[in-house]
């Protein structure tokens, strides 16, 4: 989507109905902040998750009620990445003030 020549921003959260919201800006706005900070921190917890993942997945004492817990969060976790993988895709101007770093090495996991 664009607004004019600009691209607009997908962000990381719906909006009450559920449709997606969008930013239109150069970028370094409260908004596109808050939105940076916002993914940041979906990308950490879904990290976090899947450390938690391998370790749950190896212990086979876990019940099928804790393993449908853990699917349900991984699914949340797998929609956050594609929904920022999504919005970085689509042309946004790239944000200055991302601290998103990739830590782990998730081929190893």
């Not at 212990?59 to 993988?85: G, I, M, P, Y």
Request: a neutral charge; one cysteine or more; proline letters at 6%.
């Amino acid at each position: 989507m664009r607004a004019g020549d600009r691209p607009l921003r997908l962000l990381p959260w719906s909006g009450p109905e559920g449709k997606p919201c969008y930013l239109s800006g150069d970028g370094t706005g409260m908004l596109s902040r808050l939105a940076d900070d916002m993914e940041h921190t979906q990308l950490a917890m879904g990290e976090e998750l899947l450390h938690h993942a391998r370790e749950m997945l190896a212990d086979h004492t876990v019940t099928n009620h804790q393993l449908h817990f853990l699917a349900s969060r991984l699914r949340e976790a797998l929609r956050d990445a594609l929904r920022v993988a999504e919005s970085r895709a689509s042309g946004c101007p790239p944000r200055s003030n991302t601290r998103w770093t990739g830590r782990r090495d998730l081929a190893a996991e």
